[in-house]
């Protein structure tokens, strides 16, 4: 059973200097209501794993604007301006991921692995201090699990077991994030009983969810 | 011929590259417009890393769904057959092997199939999203570029000096001038534009190319 929660207790559950994930790509599927509430309740000093920074303001990137990430691992964030600028003055330090890679690793924290052989980004800065394993004449550097402390994800739809349904190209990162930290947070529009949501439907089992947040409340 | 005018010979060339039921992945910027070209008696499957096989042309003003966007967030439409998912398995469609084409802008390319265009250190770092991934696993990976920069100077490289996307990854270079294949022992001229001749092709290309007995025309 997941259990319900405000947003402003949800945003309690991340500590300064925790890590935290949050889903979506270029605001689409993010947890958008309760970036608003980490912004309100002002915890700082977040390391964030995310897709990309959203844009200037918007998305994960309202937490750029207002400061409250130190550090990132992150595959892309040409949309936002204000990251770069902090990343260029060093307010900022930044792992590039690339971004297949990136929810690779954290669904590999989340299925209880020790890492994989990848051969994205062989010859590159990617590369740099990974073991390599060279297998049928084709080299592979080893990439660790990514995992957190928390999760912030949002879903279109929950039942009250944490059973979700995602919607459209919003399912993204949403749901290896969702089994990848120790906290997992679900936003949703709409929360229904269960045996309302088929189970053919269900996108992300409850199993992996402990909150559900309601946009909004 | 204006910028919008070369961009649309690249891309129109690029379409012509594919074959009926293959599944393609177009990078953003000038590969997006690549899908605009595609013969109607063709069927591609457009892949977004983002999490759809079967992406639309955009929707009509006032039609668009938040929830429905590609890979750069402009609003886009399924098509029908379409099939959502999340980003672990749509890298695993792009790493697996799953996808015949992608197609990459790029600021260098270069003679042993080097592609660097995810950082100018100092400058600007917007990072590679998912273009690492895409070269490391697409079967074929094409590069769609302008010849020359803003300054004159080619894009095509004896080697890259940007850190690299992808190391000897690229197959194929498509620029204003000039289709050319990154072969064994470095870049053979395929095709040249109409407007062009293969002595300026040469001139305006870094290293070396390797100049077959039969050229081919596009425009």
Redesign the interface.
Request: hydrophobic share 30%.
């Given at each position: 059973m997941a259990k319900i929660i405000s947003g402003k207790e949800a945003a309690t559950l991340v500590k300064p200097g925790s890590s935290l994930m949050l889903s979506g790509?270029?605001?689409?599927?993010a947890p958008v209501y309760l970036i608003d509430c980490l912004v309100e309740n002002g915890v700082d000093s977040l390391h964030v794993v995310t897709?990309?920074t959203d844009y200037d303001n918007k998305g994960v990137g309202r937490l750029i604007t207002s400061k409250q990430i130190k550090s990132l691992q992150?595959?892309?964030?040409?949309?936002n301006r204000t990251t770069?600028k902090q990343?260029?003055n060093k307010d900022i330090s930044i792992e590039?991921v690339?971004?297949?890679?990136l929810?690779?690793r954290i669904?590999t924290a989340g299925a209880g692995l020790g890492g994989f052989y990848?051969?994205?980004?062989?010859?590159?800065?990617?590369a740099e201090g990974k073991e390599t394993l060279e297998e049928n004449g084709k080299i592979y550097i080893l990439e660790r699990p990514i995992s957190a402390d928390v999760a912030f994800i949002s879903a279109?739809k929950a039942d009250k077991l944490g059973n979700l349904v995602?919607?459209?190209?919003?399912?993204?990162?949403?749901?290896?994030m969702a089994m990848g930290a120790t906290i997992t947070v679900a936003e949703v529009d709409e929360i229904v009983e269960p045996g309302e949501i088929s189970p053919e439907r269900v996108?992300t089992p409850g199993v992996f969810v402990d909150y559900l947040v309601k946009k909004g409340e | 011929m204006d910028k919008k005018q070369k961009r649309e010979r690249i891309q129109k060339r690029i379409a012509r590259e594919f074959k009926d039921g293959d599944y393609v992945n177009l990078g953003i910027g000038l590969p997006t417009g690549v899908a605009d070209f595609i013969p109607d008696e063709v069927t591609i499957h457009f892949q977004s890393e983002n999490g759809i096989m079967g992406v639309g042309p955009k929707p009509p003003a006032g039609e668009e769904i938040p929830d429905l966007i590609n890979a750069g967030g402009g609003p886009i439409t399924a098509k029908d057959g379409a099939s959502f998912f999340d980003s672990v398995t749509s890298f695993s469609i792009i790493r697996g092997g799953h996808i015949d084409f992608t197609v990459l802008g790029t600021l260098q390319v270069d003679a042993r199939g080097n592609v660097a265009n995810w950082s100018i250190p100092g400058k600007i770092v917007p990072g590679m999203g998912g273009a690492m991934d895409l070269v490391s696993g697409a079967k074929q990976v094409i590069i769609a570029t302008l010849h020359l920069d803003k300054y004159g100077k080619s894009k095509i490289m004896k080697e890259c000096t940007l850190p690299l996307t992808g190391k000897g990854v690229v197959n194929l270079i498509v620029t204003d001038m000039a289709v050319i294949k990154v072969v064994e022992d470095g870049l053979k001229l395929i095709d040249i534009a109409e407007d062009t001749t293969i002595e300026k092709v040469v001139e305006a290309t870094e290293p070396q190319l390797i100049i077959p007995d039969k050229v081919g025309i596009f425009s």
């Open positions: 790509f270029l605001v689409a599927g897709i990309s992150v595959s892309h964030i040409g949309t770069q990343y260029k590039f690339p971004q297949g890679i929810v690779e669904r990848s051969p994205v980004g062989v010859g590159t800065t990617v279109k995602y919607h459209r190209t919003a399912r993204n990162s949403n749901p290896s996108g | -």
